[in-house]
C-alpha cells in the first residue's frame, strides 16, 4: 500500500481546529474589538512583555500558529477546489497552501525565539 | 469516439439551498482562522519590539475593527460548528454504555467557556 501525506495533514487539521475553537475567539474579542474600541483598557507594556518573554508561553503560542494554520491550510485547500471547480489543479493548490503555512510557522518562530 | 459525457459543472451550486450555503459559509471560517493567527503574530511583534502604540493605532483603525469584528464572528462560528461535530469522531464508551452526543459537546463548549475565562485572566488582571 502506498503511504501518502493525508492522514497526517488530517490530523493536523482537527487538532488546529481544536485548538483555534478554544482559543481565539477570546483573543480576537480582546486585542481586535474591545481593546481597539476602548471598551476595556490595554494592559501595559511590562505585563504584556512579562507574558511574552515567558518560554511556556511562547512554545504554547508557536504550537497554536503552526496547528491552525495548517487547519486553515486544509480546509481552504478543499474549500477552493470545491467553491471554484479547481479540483484538477489540486496539487498546485496544496503547495501554495500548506507552503503558505511553513512560512507562517516559520515566520512566527523568527518572531517568537 | 470521445471521452465520457461530463454534465455542466453548476457555478452556483453553493446558492442553491440554504445547507449548501451554511457548509460553504462555515467552511471559509478558516479564511478568519488564518487571519486571526497573522494578526496576533503582528501583536506579539509588537510586544516583543516595543511598538504597541503603533500597534494599538493599527488595530483602532475603523477598517481593522470591522475585520476583527467578521473575524469574531467568524471563529465564534468555527467554534460552535467545530465543537459540535466531536461525537462523530470520538465515540466514548464507558463500561459498554456510549456517552451520548450531547454531554461531549456539552463538555467541550464548557471547556471553551472556562479556557476563555482563564485567558482573558492572564491577560487583563493587573501585575
Redesign the interface.
Known sequence: MRRTLEPYLWLLF?G???V??????????????L???GV?D???????????DNVLVRLA?LA??VL??F??????R??SEE?L?IARFDLVIAVICYGGAVV?AI??GL??F | MTGAYRPPRDNLWFARTRHCAFFVLRELTSVFVAWTIVFLLMFVDAVRTGSLQEFGALAGRPWMIAINVLALAATVLHTITFLNLAPKATVVRLDGWRVPAWMIQGGNHSAWVVLSVLIAYFILRSP
Open positions: 482537527s488546529g481546529g481544536v483555534a475553537a478554544l482559543l481565539l475567539p477570546v483573543l480576537v474579542l480582546l486585542f481586535g474589538v481593546m481597539p474600541l476595556v490595554w494592559p501595559t507594556a511590562e505585563h504584556l512583555r512579562a507574558l511574552a503560542l497554536v500558529v491552525c494554520l487547519h486553515a491550510a486544509h480546509r481552504i478543499f474549500t467553491l471547480g507562517g515566520t512566527a518572531i517568537l
